[in-house]
């Protein structure tokens, strides 16, 4: 039998007896084994239309026989006998119930995605889990529910929005830091790119690494009591430059770096179709500083790849965003460097990124 989570939310009607009837629905729906149920809690909304009532938040964990697929039609099944309406996204509603983890099931596709793609900030969502099962397993992130909560509850939390340039990581990271009240760390040195002279690029690459380094130290980035926002991620350096350098020139150059920087909390990995990409380009090419900073990050990443043919400057973006994916939401037990807790933020509408990011970021608190 597989052991799952579930989370369970209702700011609508009567939302206790809502959270308890789900609970006993569960209970007595056939081929599931309710195990344990969290005691509700009242949080805040988050993102959606303003003014809704607060949330019940709660978390059940059961072993069933059902499949992912089947056990979400069981979900979708109680929602419908609770009256869930689907109306705005994050909107209120009487009941809503996701499934969050399932054994160690990793699966997206359209129609569901597990773990569920946004829990790792959440603390509406973890914060029960931790109650009845603070050593569940999430494939993703290799560490425990517990252990994401703890990430998330740092006193003074890092967190890095990572993308490639044109992929709005700066103009993100500023709206969240305006939004959140946090300190902006701001990319000092642009993330470069290979080009013909390997000499040259080997120059460019260890002095950004180094300024980047330096601007993510303690001693140049005290402490803040909301928190720290980067518009970077230092380890995106090596990916950048694989097969440009030798690996261990690579590994060396990056471990002087990075020796006292510590890895981010959390990480919002902005990811932008290849159109998206070759637009924001064009755009940045007939509007070039000073008239405006939008995506101005496309400017600077390097000579070489942005005086290259579109095709090829958005085919050398696009193979270091995928990098980026694999890096971060791919399953990595013991990576020591990488954030615990991931949120990956579809990036071709710039005001949604944004406000995705907002939400992922308020939802820490």
């Known amino acids: ?101 399932y054994d160690d099931a990793v699966l997206d596709r359209p129609e569901l995605t597990i773990p569920h793609p946004r829990m790792s900030t959440r603390r509406f969502v973890l914060e ?49 830091a305006d939004m959140t009240f946090a300190r902006l760390v701001h990319a000092p040195a642009a993330l470069p790119f290979c080009g013909d002279d390997e000499a040259l690029f080997a120059q460019r690459w260890e002095d950004a690494l180094a300024e980047c380094a330096a601007a993510l130290r303690h001693e140049s980035s005290p402490d803040d009591l909301h928190g720290t926002i980067s518009d970077f991620w230092l380890d995106a350096f090596p990916l950048a430059a694989e097969g440009c350098l030798p690996a261990d020139r690579i590994a060396a150059a990056f471990e002087r770096a990075a020796r006292d920087v510590a890895a981010p909390h959390v990480a919002i990995l902005l990811l ?33 790849v942005v005086d290259a043919p579109p095709a090829d400057t958005v085919a050398a973006l696009v193979a270091l965003q995928e990098k980026l994916r694999q890096r971060l939401l791919r399953p990595a037990m013991g990576a020591a460097r990488r954030p615990k807790a991931v949120v990956a933020v579809e990036a071709n509408d710039l005001g949604q990124a944004i406000a995705e990011a907002v939400a992922a970021v308020e939802a820490m608190a």
């Open 1 to 101: 039998m597989a052991r799952c989570l579930i989370g369970c939310g209702s700011n609508q009607g009567r939302p206790r007896q809502h959270v308890i009837d789900a609970r006993e629905l569960l209970r007595a729906m056939p081929g599931v084994t309710l195990l344990a149920a969290s005691r509700p809690r009242e949080t805040r909304p988050i993102g959606g239309p303003p003014g809704q009532p607060a949330f019940l938040n709660a978390a059940f964990l059961l072993e069933t026989d059902f499949s992912p697929d089947d056990l979400l039609g069981v979900i979708a099944a109680i929602e419908n006998t609770l009256h869930r309406e689907r109306a705005d996204r994050w909107g209120p509603r009487t009941i809503d119930l996701d499934l969050l983890l």
């Open 128 to 176: 029960p889990c931790v109650e009845i099962a603070p050593d569940f397993l999430h494939p993703l992130a290799g560490c425990s529910v517990r252990d994401l909560l703890d990430a998330i509850s740092a006193a003074h939390p890092h967190v890095a929005v990572i993308g490639v340039p044109g992929s709005g990581a700066p103009e993100v990271a500023a709206a969240v």
């Open 272 to 304: 932008a179709d290849a159109g998206v990409l070759e637009e924001r380009l064009a755009f940045r090419r007939r509007r070039p500083a000073p008239q405006t900073d939008v995506f101005a990050d496309l400017g600077g990443c390097s000579t070489a």
